[in-house]
């Protein structure tokens, strides 16, 4: 029998490999616009006619190419980024396969104009379906304008997929947004139909996010900054107040290259945990930073996908990063808009001599479990109202021995910590109770505005959680434990938790019958109100259930949480509104309340005088 295998022409090769690469027109302005980042151009410029399906144009100012590289590149696996097999895992970029333009030109009419830097004279390559028709010396700025005419013109079934001008004008300005969300130190413009549709100039990754999303994004954001041996992390977050109805604004960028990943989008969301409500989205902008070694970027044609090789960690460094980020915010004054980060830098220190970090290892730090720092020193000598009193101090022998602190990126806990100072210092009468709940501090610099029934609830909280998750808090034995009959449910609800109920230091037992007997109470709860306190935690815990998504832990510790807070202020004295807010510093997040609402508005003197500037 005839052989009849034979090989396919490089045409048709390259044009089945195109399907994979270039789906629509976005597709190859994502590959030309990397191409020109790649090409370390300081300005790149993208025009587009008819949603990019007639012409497709990247001007760039970047290092250009030569006579020969100009023909090559257009060759499937043709690259100058790679050389062996090892360089697949070190390259700094995301995975290079030469495969971009020889995609394109097998689909297209492409004209390729390129000058090398230094060089003479230029060169333009016209290629049409993989067939170079010409190639010409030609006068040309130095770097690389590439155009991509009627994409799709020999292959009817792709065009004809193509869908209306507005959708694919969305898909292209999401790419273009990608890459120059990403790349902020470089100058983007674009233009669509000869209209300008962006011109974002050079500045630092807050203002082209920004000049991107719009300038009052400048007071949406929260800066995210980590610096670990596996990751280091920065970029910023919307507040929560700012979630929006739909995705979008959701970016990672992975060694600068836009990626989706749900895996960590999880551990983002885990972060904002019950800030926003259920049906909104949180914005993110994070870069992550990781040696391309232990990623693996060849695992999709479009590289929007990618492998970590130790993902567990990057997701709970990146989860307790946001976290920390959302707790502080108020108090770490966040960057200036117009400032470049180097302008940060107070002169004294600039000129200081560097001194080496002293890292304080922590063997307990668990980045899967939240952590409450809370400072047992601060606070003795105060005077709740009884019951108040009472609870406290016995919260405050439980965390006598030492206990383990979150490790704080320093420059989150350097304001917090000068605040603290600041507070601690302050006389009493500047702890002013305004209408029934907020408090009103003065400092030198601004006041701050504690929302006290909500702050209450936040720390109570936050040190139930940590005794739920640590250890067994110390029960108080009752002399004559009394019997509390309780609905069939309840008492099944009473015996699912009892291990919990038990770490928050109830002693119970089953009498029968639905009754039980209460040995043992929380140290601190004032015996009398038991009874009460916990038939609110149940009915609590039961609410919570049906409405939120909630480990027991957690809802356990909201439950306690609202059935202890204060509910009546009026007899309180200076030194515990004080003790308060020195807690509620003390937080692991000091800006929002258990049920996601905000606690804590902190304004210094520049955002008060923005009051009186018209
Ligand atoms: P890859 O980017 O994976 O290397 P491409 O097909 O996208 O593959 O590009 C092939 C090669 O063409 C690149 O490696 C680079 O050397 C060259 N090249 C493409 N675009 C440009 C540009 N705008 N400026 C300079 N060189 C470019
Ligand atoms: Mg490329």
Redesign the pocket.
Same mark, same amino acid.
């Given at each position: 029998m005839a052989d009849i295998i034979h090989l396919l022409p490089d045409a048709v090769a390259n044009q089945i490999a195109a399907g994979e690469v270039i789906q629509r027109p976005a597709s190859a302005v994502k590959?030309v616009l =990397?191409? #020109?980042v $790649? #090409?370390g151009s300081s300005r790149i410029q993208l025009i587009i006619r008819d949603a990019g399906k007639t012409l497709i144009q990247v001007i $760039?100012d !970047? !290092? !250009?190419?030569s006579e020969t $590289?100009s023909r090559l @590149?257009f060759e499937r696996h #043709? /690259? @100058?980024?790679i050389r062996k097999a090892e360089d697949l895992f070190s390259l700094h970029t995301m995975g290079?396969?030469? =495969?971009?333009? #020889?995609s394109i030109a097998a689909i297209a009419q492409v004209d390729l104009k @390129?000058r090398l830097r230094g060089s003479e004279i230029g060169t333009k390559v016209v290629i049409e379906a993989s067939v170079c028709k010409s190639q010409d010396p030609v006068a040309t700025p130095e770097g /690389?304008s590439?155009a991509i005419k009627n994409l799709f013109y020999n292959v009817p079934a792709r065009r004809n997929f193509l869908k209306s001008n507005p959708v694919e004008t969305r898909h292209i300005i999401e790419e273009f947004t990608r890459v120059a969300m990403s790349n902020p130190q470089i100058h983007f413009s674009f233009h669509h139909n000869d209209l300008q549709v962006f011109d974002l100039r050079e500045g630092n990754f807050r203002q082209r996010i920004a000049s991107i999303c719009g300038n009052n994004y400048n007071e949406r954001l929260v800066p995210v900054e980590e610096d670990t041996t596996i990751v280091k992390l920065e970029g910023f977050i919307g507040k929560p107040e700012f979630a929006k109805k739909n995705r979008g604004e959701q970016y990672f960028f992975v060694n600068n290259r836009f990626i989706k990943d749900s895996y960590l989008h999880h551990a983002v969301n885990a972060a904002f945990d019950s800030l926003i409500p259920k049906d909104a989205y949180a914005s993110y902008w994070l870069k992550i930073y990781i040696d391309p070694a232990k990623i693996d970027v060849n695992i999709h044609p479009t590289k929007t996908e990618i492998k970590f090789e130790d993902e567990k960690s990057v997701y709970a460094i990146l989860r307790a990063a946001v976290k920390r980020a959302l707790g502080k915010f108020s108090i770490a004054p966040s960057l200036d808009f117009d400032q470049e980060r180097a302008f940060d830098v107070p002169l004294d220190k600039l000129n200081a001599i560097p001194i080496q970090p002293v890292i304080k290892v922590n063997p307990n730090y668990n980045p899967f479990k939240p952590e409450t720092s809370f400072n047992p020193n601060i606070g003795r000598d105060n005077s709740w109202s009884r019951m108040e009193s009472q609870r406290t101090d016995q919260w405050l022998k439980l965390h006598q021995e030492p206990i383990q602190q979150t490790v704080y990126n320093e420059e989150v806990t350097e304001p917090v910590k000068e605040l603290q100072r600041e507070m601690e210092e302050l006389p009493d009468d500047r702890f002013v109770l305004t209408g029934s709940r907020i408090l009103n501090i003065s400092f030198k610099n601004g006041i701050l505005l504690i929302d006290l029934p909500g702050a209450h609830e936040r720390i109570l909280y936050e040190r139930y959680l940590h005794a739920l998750q640590t250890k067994a808090v110390i029960t108080q034995q009752q002399l004559f434990p009394p019997r509390l009959q309780l609905s069939h449910d309840d008492a099944l609800l009473v015996t699912e938790l009892n291990d919990e109920l038990r770490k928050l230091g109830f002693d119970l037992t089953d009498f029968g019958n639905n009754t039980i007997v209460i040995h043992g109470i929380p140290s601190g709860l004032d015996s009398g109100k038991e009874t009460t306190v916990l038939q609110e935690l149940l009915e609590q815990f039961r609410n919570n259930r049906n409405r939120l998504e909630l480990s027991a832990d957690d809802n356990l510790a909201r439950s306690m949480a609202r059935s202890m807070s204060v509910k009546d202020l009026r007899n309180y004295q200076y030194k515990e509104l004080r003790k308060i807010a020195l807690d509620l510093l003390q937080c692991e997040n000091s800006n929002y309340g258990v049920n996601g609402k905000t606690i804590l508005v902190h304004l210094n003197s520049n955002d008060l005088l923005n009051f009186f500037q018209s």
């Amino acid at each position: 029998m005839a052989d009849i295998i034979h090989l396919l022409p490089d045409a048709v090769a390259n044009q089945i490999a195109a399907g994979e690469v270039i789906q629509r027109p976005a597709s190859a302005v994502k590959e030309v616009l =990397e191409n #020109a980042v $790649d #090409a370390g151009s300081s300005r790149i410029q993208l025009i587009i006619r008819d949603a990019g399906k007639t012409l497709i144009q990247v001007i $760039d100012d !970047g !290092g !250009g190419m030569s006579e020969t $590289d100009s023909r090559l @590149s257009f060759e499937r696996h #043709a /690259t @100058s980024k790679i050389r062996k097999a090892e360089d697949l895992f070190s390259l700094h970029t995301m995975g290079f396969r030469g =495969e971009a333009l #020889a995609s394109i030109a097998a689909i297209a009419q492409v004209d390729l104009k @390129s000058r090398l830097r230094g060089s003479e004279i230029g060169t333009k390559v016209v290629i049409e379906a993989s067939v170079c028709k010409s190639q010409d010396p030609v006068a040309t700025p130095e770097g /690389t304008s590439l155009a991509i005419k009627n994409l799709f013109y020999n292959v009817p079934a792709r065009r004809n997929f193509l869908k209306s001008n507005p959708v694919e004008t969305r898909h292209i300005i999401e790419e273009f947004t990608r890459v120059a969300m990403s790349n902020p130190q470089i100058h983007f413009s674009f233009h669509h139909n000869d209209l300008q549709v962006f011109d974002l100039r050079e500045g630092n990754f807050r203002q082209r996010i920004a000049s991107i999303c719009g300038n009052n994004y400048n007071e949406r954001l929260v800066p995210v900054e980590e610096d670990t041996t596996i990751v280091k992390l920065e970029g910023f977050i919307g507040k929560p107040e700012f979630a929006k109805k739909n995705r979008g604004e959701q970016y990672f960028f992975v060694n600068n290259r836009f990626i989706k990943d749900s895996y960590l989008h999880h551990a983002v969301n885990a972060a904002f945990d019950s800030l926003i409500p259920k049906d909104a989205y949180a914005s993110y902008w994070l870069k992550i930073y990781i040696d391309p070694a232990k990623i693996d970027v060849n695992i999709h044609p479009t590289k929007t996908e990618i492998k970590f090789e130790d993902e567990k960690s990057v997701y709970a460094i990146l989860r307790a990063a946001v976290k920390r980020a959302l707790g502080k915010f108020s108090i770490a004054p966040s960057l200036d808009f117009d400032q470049e980060r180097a302008f940060d830098v107070p002169l004294d220190k600039l000129n200081a001599i560097p001194i080496q970090p002293v890292i304080k290892v922590n063997p307990n730090y668990n980045p899967f479990k939240p952590e409450t720092s809370f400072n047992p020193n601060i606070g003795r000598d105060n005077s709740w109202s009884r019951m108040e009193s009472q609870r406290t101090d016995q919260w405050l022998k439980l965390h006598q021995e030492p206990i383990q602190q979150t490790v704080y990126n320093e420059e989150v806990t350097e304001p917090v910590k000068e605040l603290q100072r600041e507070m601690e210092e302050l006389p009493d009468d500047r702890f002013v109770l305004t209408g029934s709940r907020i408090l009103n501090i003065s400092f030198k610099n601004g006041i701050l505005l504690i929302d006290l029934p909500g702050a209450h609830e936040r720390i109570l909280y936050e040190r139930y959680l940590h005794a739920l998750q640590t250890k067994a808090v110390i029960t108080q034995q009752q002399l004559f434990p009394p019997r509390l009959q309780l609905s069939h449910d309840d008492a099944l609800l009473v015996t699912e938790l009892n291990d919990e109920l038990r770490k928050l230091g109830f002693d119970l037992t089953d009498f029968g019958n639905n009754t039980i007997v209460i040995h043992g109470i929380p140290s601190g709860l004032d015996s009398g109100k038991e009874t009460t306190v916990l038939q609110e935690l149940l009915e609590q815990f039961r609410n919570n259930r049906n409405r939120l998504e909630l480990s027991a832990d957690d809802n356990l510790a909201r439950s306690m949480a609202r059935s202890m807070s204060v509910k009546d202020l009026r007899n309180y004295q200076y030194k515990e509104l004080r003790k308060i807010a020195l807690d509620l510093l003390q937080c692991e997040n000091s800006n929002y309340g258990v049920n996601g609402k905000t606690i804590l508005v902190h304004l210094n003197s520049n955002d008060l005088l923005n009051f009186f500037q018209s």
